[in-house]
């Protein structure tokens, strides 16, 4: 045990704090408020076009704590390795992690590894802290009637992509998994007052609006006829039955700012990494429950 | 899934923080040392006498908080179930681990859920944040020759338990599973100027010296003819062929002091709560490689 954390770990994630091998990490932090979160992560296949177990854990833990409007700085790393587990199959996904770590500009300091029967699998916990700087109180509780609601990007793309994987259909199809860091950091350098904001994961767009109406007690209208989904996505889509808005994103947020921002929000976001695409979707409206 | 969510976890964990359920907790902190630490917890049966998974899971993270002198604060937990766990049995385990951290005054404030394929089992992740409220540096790097060796109490018996009923043998002996706050909160107040502090999990007593004395690079002298186990615990190895100074616990710790603190620090550890046995076992030594 000691060699694998050594050989790999130690190997890949090497910083300051973490090379003391302590019980716990130690650091230094100025007065503030933090944001912590956590995420386990247990998808299967391990590696898919567009990503990995090990790329998907350091950005769904570093995209939680953006949305609260927090810059990431520290991760935690919890593997459960299932007997069986080749060695190089950890590296590569100890390597795609800290590749993440590093465009996300976060350190993985503490980390942990069980092993448990089973056949090769493995399974990732992180747990995150991030620091505000900003003076924003962002919350799916502060979304307020007038309201714009943008999404960053087309939907689907991840579910269909392991869909597609787990059901040996061939396609283009890549995830869409990726650290958002950049497109929110810039927002708030910006000067865009969000007032609420989440990224699109598991139960995909309807069940994240249907959160934030619930949250701030109000309806989100969005109009028919828009388009969530890249071309090949909808058509994968369309032969399976399923809807773009209700599948999981690994890099896709909803953000909820003022109509006379929404403009400047999304040339901000379409001028940033991931961000593309983004479009304003709709609007935040007065409604006696909440409704999508 | 929500329902889960609001019905167990929401229902045991309840505070200020977690019921916001955003993407991430936020909460102000001072400026200061933070310490992290994450911990994964796969144990077979999940419930044994003196503890079960939940406690565990508590306490192995507090535990690893204080070890480096910060109080403990903050914790998220993170849930992999499989197909076929009772309701009920997560009710249980949910309700063991806010007992736990409301016995070390730890909030649980973030949390995450998955389900796997399987059989019923459950795993969980603990990370913790606590606050160095104390000066001291204390780190397996910091043993000095001279000072004394203090461990809290009797070993073996975590791991006594677990084989016991995995083996299906009856005895009568407990897992030592328990958060070491007073203890440790109580020698930081008393003035022990603690140099190195481990809790003594996986490896053992003997695993933890040596990581002490590789760091320190030093030697650890442990005098023959000591007792390190209760009785039952000494008969149960003696019949298996198991070292009591290998075997894994859940409630113990071994402090590295300065030898004119010693008796004190001792004293101290008696009249708290889960060091009615703490003896001074040894001292550090200069010597030219890691060697106990």
Same mark, same amino acid.
């Given at each position: 045990m000691n060699r694998l954390i050594k050989d790999v770990f130690q190997k890949h994630f090497s910083n300051e704090i973490l090379n003391l091998m302590e019980d716990s990490a130690v650091f230094g932090v100025p007065s503030c408020k933090l944001a912590f979160t956590t995420d386990s992560f247990v998808v299967n296949p391990l590696f898919f076009p567009g990503g990995d177990i090990g790329k998907m854990a350091v950005c769904g833990t570093v995209n939680d704590l953006l949305m609260r409007g927090a810059t990431p700085k520290?991760? #935690? @790393?919890?593997? *459960?390795?299932?007997?069986?587990?080749?060695?190089? %199959?950890?590296?590569?996904?100890? /390597?795609?992690? /800290?590749? @993440?770590?590093?465009?996300?500009? =976060? #350190?993985? =300091?503490?980390?942990? %590894?069980? =092993?448990?029967?089973? #056949?090769?699998?493995?399974?990732? +916990? %992180? #747990? !995150?802290? !991030?620091?505000?700087?900003?003076?924003?109180? *962002?919350?799916?509780?502060?979304?307020?009637?007038?309201?714009?609601?943008?999404?960053?990007?087309?939907? !689907? +793309?991840?579910?269909?992509? *392991?869909?597609?994987?787990?059901?040996?259909?061939? +396609?283009?199809?890549?995830?869409?998994? @990726?650290?958002?860091?950049?497109?929110?950091?810039?927002?708030l350098n910006g000067g865009i007052n969000i007032h609420a904001m989440r990224d699109i994961t598991r139960g995909g767009l309807a069940t994240v609006l249907y959160e934030i109406a619930e949250a701030s007690a109000a309806g989100i209208e969005i109009p028919g006829g828009l388009s969530f989904a890249d071309t090949e996505v909808q058509g994968f889509c369309e032969i399976l039955g399923l809807d773009p808005l209700t599948m999981g994103n690994e890099g896709k947020l909803v953000a909820v700012v003022p109509a006379e921002e929404a403009e400047k929000a999304v040339k901000i976001m379409k001028a940033s990494k991931y961000g593309g695409d983004a479009q304003i979707i709709g609007k935040v409206c007065v409604s006696h429950r909440p409704v999508v």
């Open positions: 520290y991760l #935690s @790393a919890g593997f *459960i390795l299932e007997d069986g587990l080749e060695i190089d %199959t950890l590296e590569r996904i100890a /390597q795609s992690m /800290q590749n @993440a770590a590093a465009e996300a500009n =976060v #350190s993985i =300091v503490a980390g942990d %590894t069980k =092993v448990i029967e089973g #056949s090769g699998g493995v399974y990732i +916990n %992180t #747990s !995150g802290i !991030g620091i505000l700087e900003t003076p924003l109180e *962002i919350s799916s509780h502060n979304a307020l009637p007038g309201d714009a609601v943008i999404v960053s990007g087309n939907l !689907g +793309n991840h579910h269909a992509c *392991i869909l597609s994987r787990r059901m040996g259909i061939e +396609n283009s199809i890549k995830s869409d998994c @990726a650290p958002l860091r950049e497109m929110v950091l810039n927002m």
